[in-house]
C-alpha cells in the first residue's frame, strides 16, 4: 500500500503541537498529528498563567485543542513514534504499530519527562505537593511552610523565586553542592533557613506532606517541596537524523532557530521539547509561530512547483 504524503506530520498533541496543528489546519493543509498521549503536566489537576484559561484541567486544554483541529480536518493517531527517516518527498515518519507516513515538514512537540529524584514518597506526590514552577504551582501554596529541594546549583535561583510565596522557606541544600559564604549570605538575607543534611524520604498521607526524612536521622516540617528533576527530551526518534544540537545547563536539546527550525530544512520542533523553560502560555505562541512558517515553506514551495511544471495545453 502507497504511504500517504502529508503536507505536515506533527508529533505531539501539547499545547504547541496542537497550536501547530490548527494553525495549518487552518490553512487547508493535510495534518496528521500523531500522539503518544503521556504529556508532561499530566500529573497536575490545573494549570495557570494561561489568559482566560486560569485554573483549566491540562487535559481539557488538550481536549478542547484536539476539537478544535479536528474541525479544520487535522487527522490524529494515537501511536508512539519510533523512528523519522530521509525520502526524497520530504521524511519518513514510522510509529510503533508499523505504520508509515511521509510528510513534506515535520514538526517535534513531544516536550520532555522529568527524571525525578530517587526519594521515597516524592514521585506520589508529583504536580501536587511536589511541585516545579513556581509560576505555574505558587500561588496555590502561599504563605505555607515550603521547602526548595536541590538537585543542582541552578535551585540557588529556584529558591529565590519560592522565597517570594512564604516568609517560612527551607533549602534543602545537598544537591547544590557547596555553597559559597556569599550564597549563604544571600539565603540568610531572606530568612531562608539552610538545611545540609540529605532528604532521604517524605513522610504523610499522600499528596499531603507532613515532614521530611534527614540522612541524619533527624525531620523538618514542610508543607510542599519545589525540585527539579533531570530534564529529558523526549526526541529519540530523530537520532538518526544527526540533527544539530545545544549543551546547556539542564541538558542537551535540538538547536532550533527564533521559528522553530532545526537543522534539517523539512523538521521544526516547538514547545518544552526545545524550550524546557517554557509554560503552556509559552508553548501555545511556540506553536503559533512554527505553525505559521511551516505553511508559508509550504506555500513557497508550492509556488515553485507550479512554475516548474509546463502549462497544460487545453
Not at 514547545?271 to 511551516?294: E, F, Q, R, Y
Amino acid at each position: 500500500m502507497a504511504e500517504e504524503l502529508w503536507d505536515a506530520v506533527i508529533v505531539g498533541a501539547g499545547p504547541a503541537g496542537l497550536t501547530a496543528a490548527v494553525m495549518l489546519g487552518r490553512s487547508r493543509r493535510r495534518v496528521l498529528v500523531i500522539d503518544a498521549g503521556s504529556p508532561r503536566n499530566r500529573f497536575a489537576a490545573h494549570m495557570h498563567g494561561v489568559l482566560g484559561l486560569d485554573g483549566l484541567p491540562p487535559s481539557e486544554l488538550r481536549r478542547l485543542g484536539r476539537a478544535e483541529a479536528e474541525g479544520y480536518g487535522v487527522v490524529f493517531h494515537d501511536r508512539t513514534v519510533r523512528e523519522v527517516t530521509n525520502v526524497p518527498a520530504g521524511v519518513r515518519v514510522t510509529a510503533d504499530d508499523g505504520s508509515a507516513h511521509q510528510a513534506r515538514t515535520l514538526v517535534i512537540a513531544t516536550g520532555l519527562r522529568d527524571d525525578l529524584p530517587a526519594i521515597g514518597g516524592l514521585a506520589e506526590r508529583w504536580g501536587k505537593t511536589v511541585l516545579h514552577c513556581p509560576y505555574c504551582h505558587g500561588w496555590e501554596v502561599r504563605n505555607q511552610h515550603l521547602g526548595v529541594l536541590a538537585t543542582s546549583p541552578l535551585a540557588l535561583h529556584q529558591v529565590e523565586l519560592v522565597r517570594q510565596l512564604s516568609d517560612q522557606v527551607t533549602f534543602f541544600s545537598a544537591g547544590a553542592g557547596d555553597l559559597s559564604a556569599d550564597d549563604e549570605k544571600r539565603l540568610a538575607a531572606r530568612g531562608i533557613r539552610i538545611e545540609p543534611a540529605p532528604v532521604t524520604e517524605i513522610h504523610g498521607p499522600a499528596p499531603a506532606i507532613s515532614q521530611v526524612a534527614l540522612a541524619d536521622g533527624r525531620t523538618a516540617s514542610v508543607d510542599a517541596i519545589f525540585t527539579a528533576g533531570a530534564l529529558h527530551p523526549l526526541d529519540e526518534f530523530v537520532a538518526g537524523l544527526d540533527l544539530d544540537r545545544v549543551d546547556t545547563p539542564v541538558g542537551s536539546f535540538l538547536s532550533v532557530d527564533r521559528t522553530g527550525q532545526t537543522s534539517h530544512e523539512r523538521i521544526w520542533a516547538a514547545g518544552n521539547v526545545v524550550d524546557p523553560g517554557a509554560n503552556v502560555a509559552m508553548s501555545l505562541g511556540a506553536g503559533a509561530i512554527t505553525g505559521g512558517v511551516v505553511n508559508a515553506r509550504l506555500a513557497k514551495e508550492d509556488t515553485d512547483t507550479a512554475l516548474a511544471t509546463p502549462a497544460r495545453v487545453s
